[in-house]
T-cell receptor
Framework: QITLNESGPTLVKPTQTVTLTCLFS??????????VGWIRQPPGKALEWLAL?????????SPSLKNRLTIAKATSQNQIVLIMTNMEPVDTATYYC???????FGEGDVGFDPWGQGILVTVSS | QSALTQPASVSGSPGQSITISCTES?????????VSWYQQHPGKAPKLIIY???NRPSGVSIRFSGSKSGNTASLTISGLQAEDEADYYC??????????FGGGTKLTV
């Protein structure tokens, strides 16, 4: 069974940098074509994909946020982190850690399954 | 502005079928073959219910089905049940290896 659990500060001040951690179990991020990423959701609003890191350490970022994001893995600890700089009130959201399984032959994408329970990060002075 | 457009809300009665559309409006969403759908109940994390346009993950009810025509993907829920009341999001994998989400659709049963 795959599980993901997000942790980090729940209240940050504007202009601060936040580091969120995703601790996962049930798979290895060393396995071919596996990926783990982050998606956020402001209160009452839609989902927004942020970043994903692949088993081979390749990283992809949302074009609109790439200058503020860093995603990294610590394979031996079954963790990944997301660092987001210059936090502003509009970044207030629930941040979800998500798993993307390895692709089978002929598959181009398989979505994200499962998701962590999410962590609400509030940006306020 | 999302590259994927969904209706803000749809409604249906128990036992009926409903369809939620997801129209792409960006050239980044090439071929539109990699559409996924997620169900989100209030206060819960989203759950994958359809991937690769038509595929259901293990454990997802056969009442959920996906399709695509041109630049519009659709999620159909047949035999509506009260538990289907939730928000639904479409998502697509783009030609630049990113993901985009639609604005979400609130389903009222």
């Amino acid at each position: 069974q795959i599980t993901l659990n997000e942790s980090g500060p729940t209240l940050v001040k504007p202009t601060q940098t936040v580091t969120l951690t995703c601790l996962f179990s049930g798979f290895s991020l060393s396995s071919d074509e596996v990926g783990v990423g982050w998606i956020r959701q402001p209160p009452g609003k839609a989902l927004e994909w942020l970043a994903l890191i692949y088993w081979d350490d390749d990283k992809v970022y949302s074009p609109s946020l790439k200058n503020r994001l860093t995603i990294a893995k610590a394979t031996s600890q079954n963790q990944i982190v997301l660092i987001m700089t210059n936090m502003e009130p509009v970044d207030t959201a629930t941040y979800y850690c998500v798993y993307r399984r390895a692709l089978l032959f002929g598959e181009g994408d398989v979505g994200f399954d499962p998701w962590g329970q999410g962590i609400l990060v509030t940006v306020s002075s | 502005q999302s590259a994927l457009t969904q209706p803000a809300s749809v409604s249906g009665s128990p036992g009926q079928s409903i369809t939620i559309s997801c129209t792409e409006s960006s050239s980044d969403v090439d071929d539109y073959d990699y559409v996924s759908w997620y169900q989100q109940h209030p206060g819960k994390a989203p759950k994958l219910i359809i991937y690769h346009v038509t595929n259901r993950p293990s454990g997802v009810s056969i009442r959920f089905s996906g399709s695509k025509s041109g630049n519009t993907a659709s999620l159909t829920i047949s035999g509506l049940q009260a538990e289907d009341e939730a928000d639904y999001y479409c998502s697509s994998f783009t030609t630049t290896s990113h993901w985009v989400f639609g604005g979400g659709t609130k389903l009222t049963v």
